[in-house]
């Protein structure tokens, strides 16, 4: 058993050395050890150590303020390896200022290459990233210049006659996880938390490395009080706990709530399909004509964005939920999605499974539809959606999750930066062009790689207000366009690249542009019947 230590956040910040690695584990603001990431950044701010840190992060921590954005300063962190950084603006500026080496890696895989080094491997193997920018045949993973000349953590290897892609170990010294209640002997809960993430991967990778476990913890109990059931952590892995005096600001549920048990510990509520209206403005119409993608029975994903935004509430406003299981990439199944800096987090969810394990599923069977967010689409069928100008907002489970998907709905509008549209009388208009063109000639960073899609055999779309393309061999196919909208002003005028225009192109439902009800349910119902199932 190891020799637990009942301390403050401030003495381990003074215990981390300099150049160590830090693990830390989170999503948002949901799991983030706030009173531990503010001690080590106040201790850096104060005496100028600890300095020359790695920090590994598998999921976005922030919610553009608090969270890993303590440790956002030149410095204190040498080496970044991550999987996103949306909703940490000063890593991002970091980043693209060469202010720190950094690395990414797909979200899920990050969750399997912890348990990876945990059962004593020297790393990871996989084919998630294959043919994307993690493909060191491309960047590596490698997110800016400073990165170009550091050491490879990414190697393409061939096992069998097939090509994977090798993830090297990284030996780590300290992990700063977080959990509800310890009790005296050290066991460790989080009934309280709206996700269970990958908590015991990480203690265990750090354990291999014979680091330094900490836990943040909102309360003490006696031992034995806890139901063993319920414990994520046995003592016997922890080596400081360390209580938060003000849980409302630092052991926050997740960035909007302090704690609502609906997001942890309840079950079904009868307001579940109690959606609240919400305006009929670009984002929704794209998410009303994307659910049509949906099919009896599916399990599906929403990304980040319009999709978790938008589509999973409007299944539920029009009680096709029932047809369709939403999930999302923390483990989440089920419930009212949560968006903005609460991704990740449902309502009254049906379960909440570890994260590997939800990447297990979206990596090995893959889901039958995904929803996701893009930035840019080109001519060779490639999207991309982790590095646009300058910034690198990072992978997150995007290539985890679109890669071996049956059919990929990319949602998001035809142009960037300040696009504006009129919704009226069950079409579109254009009021105002966004300044930057989505779909281009060659993508800046290539996240979904659309030639192997097409050599998998998956169904890939992309849904705008104002068109619908699907990918095949010939290229990007203009399958339906808007009512109200220009075909040549509106769309062609407005890629860089001609798309397949065939005889069967057709007119988007009117009702989309409306603010009737799709009757999505009965939809999914009678294509049920229809398919014998």
């Not at 009896?296 to 369709?324: C, H, K, Y």
């Amino acid at each position: 058993m190891t020799q637990l230590k009942w301390t403050t956040a401030s003495t381990v910040a003074l215990g981390i050395k300099d150049d160590a690695t830090i693990l830390t584990v989170g999503m948002t603001l949901s799991g983030a050890s706030e009173t531990i990431l503010e001690a080590i950044e106040s201790r850096f701010l104060d005496t100028g150590h600890p300095q020359n840190l790695t920090l590994v992060h598998a999921s976005g921590q922030s919610n553009r303020q608090v969270g890993i954005q303590h440790l956002a300063h030149s410095g204190l962190v040498r080496r970044i390896i991550g999987s996103h950084w949306g909703l940490a603006p000063r890593w991002m500026e970091m980043i693209a200022t060469n202010q720190v080496e950094a690395y990414c890696l797909p979200q899920g895989q990050m969750t399997h290459w912890m348990r990876s080094m945990a059962s004593g491997l020297s790393g990871h193997l996989t084919q998630i990233g294959l043919g994307t920018f993690i493909d060191p045949r491309q960047d590596g993973g490698k997110m800016n210049e400073r990165t170009k000349s550091a050491p490879d953590l990414i190697h393409v290897v061939n096992v069998q006659g097939v090509e994977y892609l090798w993830i090297d170990a990284v030996a780590i010294d300290w992990v700063v996880v977080r959990g509800t209640r310890a009790d005296t002997g050290g066991n460790i809960t989080a009934e309280e938390e709206a996700m269970k993430l990958e908590i015991l991967p990480a203690v265990f990778a750090t354990r291999r490395f014979s680091g330094h476990v900490v836990a943040q913890v909102k309360e003490v109990v006696p031992r034995g009080t806890l139901n063993p059931r319920q414990v994520e952590i046995p003592g016997a892995h922890i080596h400081y706990i360390v209580q938060s005096q003000n849980p409302e600001r630092d052991h926050r549920q997740t960035s909007s709530w302090t704690y609502d048990p609906t997001y942890s510990s309840e079950g079904w509520h009868p307001s579940l399909k109690e959606t609240p209206d919400t305006p009929l403005d670009v984002r929704r119409v794209i998410g009303r004509r994307a659910v049509w993608e949906l099919t009896p029975g599916a399990i599906v994903n929403m990304g980040t964005g319009i999709p978790n935004d938008v589509i999973g509430p409007e299944v539920l406003r029009e009680g096709a939920d029932d047809w369709v299981t939403l999930t999302v990439e923390s483990g989440v199944y089920g419930g009212r999605p949560i968006g903005g800096v609460d991704f990740g987090i449902a309502q009254y969810p049906d379960a909440l499974i570890e994260h590997p394990y939800q990447f297990d599923f979206y990596n090995g069977h893959g889901v039958d539809v995904t929803f996701m967010g893009f930035g840019e689409a080109d001519a060779h069928g490639n999207v991309n959606a982790t590095k646009l100008g300058r910034l690198a907002t990072g992978a997150g489970g995007f290539i985890d999750i679109t890669q071996p998907a049956r059919t990929v709905v990319f949602c998001g509008t035809f142009t960037a930066q300040g696009v504006e549209v009129e919704i009226k009388d069950r079409a579109v208009s254009v009021v105002k062009e966004g300044r930057v063109a989505k779909w281009v000639r060659q993508v800046q960073q290539i996240s979904f790689n659309g030639a192997h899609a097409l050599e998998r055999g998956q169904r890939v779309l992309v849904v705008t207000e104002r068109a619908v393309f699907r990918l095949t061999e010939t290229g990007w196919e203009l399958q339906e366009i808007a009512p109200g909208i220009d075909l040549k002003r509106d769309v062609l005028e407005q890629m860089e690249f001609a798309p397949v225009i065939t005889d069967s192109m057709h007119e988007m439902d009117p009702i989309i542009f409306s603010e009737e009800k799709l009757h999505l349910a009965e939809y999914l119902r009678k294509l049920s019947e229809s398919e014998g199932r």
